[in-house]
């Protein structure tokens, strides 16, 4: 026999039924005792016996829909897209633009800072001469050229 507690409260409901066991032989078959039903508010100080079982409070909740996690996770994915990957890939296309338009004569500035003038391009190194007499030089990679200045020609210092 099953009792509900009425909803809307918290209460405990104890089953306690004790069934004897049937004797083997032509013995005497024991009483069983009758079902005790207690009732009562809870409380997490009461300790649960193994007869014991608590009803659940309210309706049986359902499993929580995996397709609304994914509806908030698309448009994360789309703000992640439009603030960060999507400028990142115009800025190479750019830069990768600006190398392959190198000529000799140009005027640059390195990643690093240097300021020189092209004086020879390979497939994947530019040399620079960083003085005005073009005693010195030094390669670099082309990927090493962040900006040109001014399309080969210097710029005046006065």
């Known amino acids: 026999m099953s ?35 207690k009732r009562g508010p809870t409380s997490g100080n009461h300790e649960t016996s193994p007869g014991e079982q ?36 115009k800025q190479e296309k750019t830069h990768k633009a600006m190398v392959s338009a190198l000529k000799k004569g140009d ?18 190194t530019v040399v620079l001469k960083l003085d005005q007499e073009g005693k010195l030089k030094i390669t670099f990679d082309r990927k090493a050229v962040g900006r040109v200045l001014n399309g080969g020609q210097e710029p005046s210092s006065k």
């Open 3 to 37: 009792l509900s507690p009425p909803s809307g409260l918290r209460w405990r409901t104890e089953f306690r039924a004790a069934v004897a066991a049937a004797p083997q032989g032509g013995g005497h078959a024991k009483k069983s005792e009758p079902t005790t039903i």
């Open 54 to 89: 608590q009803p659940r409070s309210g309706p049986p909740r359902e499993q929580p829909n995996c397709m609304g996690q994914m509806w908030m996770f698309i448009p994360m994915l789309l703000l992640l897209w439009f603030l960060l990957i999507r400028p990142q890939q």
């Open 107 to 124: 005027s640059v500035v390195t990643n690093s800072g240097m300021h020189g003038t092209v004086v020879r391009l390979n497939d994947d």
